[in-house]
C-alpha cells in the first residue's frame, strides 16, 4: 500500500500570502489529521476530518482551516501568512475503525514565510 | 486537557548499550499511547504502540511499558545501532477520539 502523500513539499511565502497544502490518506483511511511542527513548540494538533466532517479543532487561530474530500484526500489553507506560520505541516492519516486508530504520518510540507 | 511530559530531551549512548526514554501523562482517561521515530527530513514513523489493557509490548529490540497507577510509560531500545540515531516522540490518546498529545521529542545518538 502507498504511504500518505503530501504536496507539495516545500514552500516559500511572503507574509500577507495564503497556502493550500494538500494531503493523500492510506487507501481506505477515513480519518485525515494536520499537525503543525517547530523546534519550540513541537508537533501540535491542528484540525481532524473523518468523513469529510472537522471532527476535532486545536487552539489554532481561524487563518488555519481545512477540508476533506469524498475521496478522503484533504486540504488545509493558511491566509494572511505570517512570520510565525513558518513550519513542517504533517498530515497523519488513521482507519479509525474498532480497535485501529494507529496514525500514520507523511513526510510533511516545510512552509517558510518571508 | 492532556499534557505529556518526555525526558531526557537528549540521550547519547555507545553502540551496543541501552537507551531508555520516559513520558507521563496527565488524563487518567488516556488509554492509547504510541511512539514515532522521526530522521531527518521524514515524517514521524510508528515504530510501537500500547493501549491500557497491557502493561508491556515487544516488538525485536523495542519495547514499551505503562504503568496506569503513575500515568507513566516509556520506550526501551536495546543493543542500539547507529541508525536508532533519530528523534523519538512519545504520545498519548484517548482511543481514537481525542487527538494525539506529543511530548517533545527525545534527540538519541548512539554511537559507533
Known amino acids: 500500500k502507498a504511504g500518505v502523500t503530501q504536496t507539495p513539499r516545500y514552500l516559500i511565502k511572503t507574509r500577507g500570502q495564503q497556502v493550500t497544502l494538500s494531503c493523500s490518506p492510506i487507501?481506505?483511511?477515513?480519518?485525515v489529521s494536520w499537525y503543525q511542527q517547530t523546534p519550540g513548540q513541537g508537533l501540535q494538533f491542528l484540525f481532524e476530518y473523518f468523513s469529510e466532517t472537522q471532527r476535532n479543532k486545536g487552539n489554532f487561530p481561524g487563518r488555519f482551516s481545512g477540508r476533506q474530500f469524498s475521496n478522503s484526500r484533504s486540504e488545509m489553507n493558511v491566509s494572511t501568512l505570517e512570520l510565525g506560520d513558518s513550519a513542517l505541516y504533517l498530515c497523519?492519516?488513521?482507519?479509525?475503525?474498532?480497535?485501529?486508530?494507529?496514525?500514520?504520518f507523511g513526510p510533511g510540507t516545510r512552509l517558510t514565510v518571508t | 486537557g492532556e499534557n505529556v511530559e518526555q525526558h531526557p530531551s537528549t540521550l547519547s549512548v555507545q553502540e551496543g548499550d541501552s537507551a531508555v526514554i520516559k513520558c507521563t501523562y496527565s488524563d487518567s482517561a488516556s488509554n492509547y499511547f504510541p511512539w514515532y521515530k522521526q530522521e531527518l527530513g521524514k515524517g514521524p514513523q510508528l515504530i510501537i504502540d500500547?493501549?491500557?489493557?497491557?502493561g508491556e509490548k515487544k516488538d525485536q529490540r523495542i519495547a514499551v511499558t505503562l504503568n496506569k497507577t503513575a500515568k507513566h510509560f516509556s520506550l526501551h531500545i536495546t543493543e542500539t545501532q547507529p541508525e536508532d540515531s533519530a528523534v523519538y516522540f512519545c504520545a498519548a490518546a484517548f482511543s481514537g477520539n481525542t487527538p494525539l498529545v506529543f511530548g517533545k521529542g527525545t534527540r538519541l545518538s548512539v554511537i559507533a
Open positions: 487507501s481506505g483511511h477515513r480519518s
Open positions: 500500547i493501549r491500557s489493557n497491557v
Open positions: 497523519a492519516s488513521s482507519l479509525v475503525s474498532g480497535s485501529s486508530y494507529e496514525q500514520y
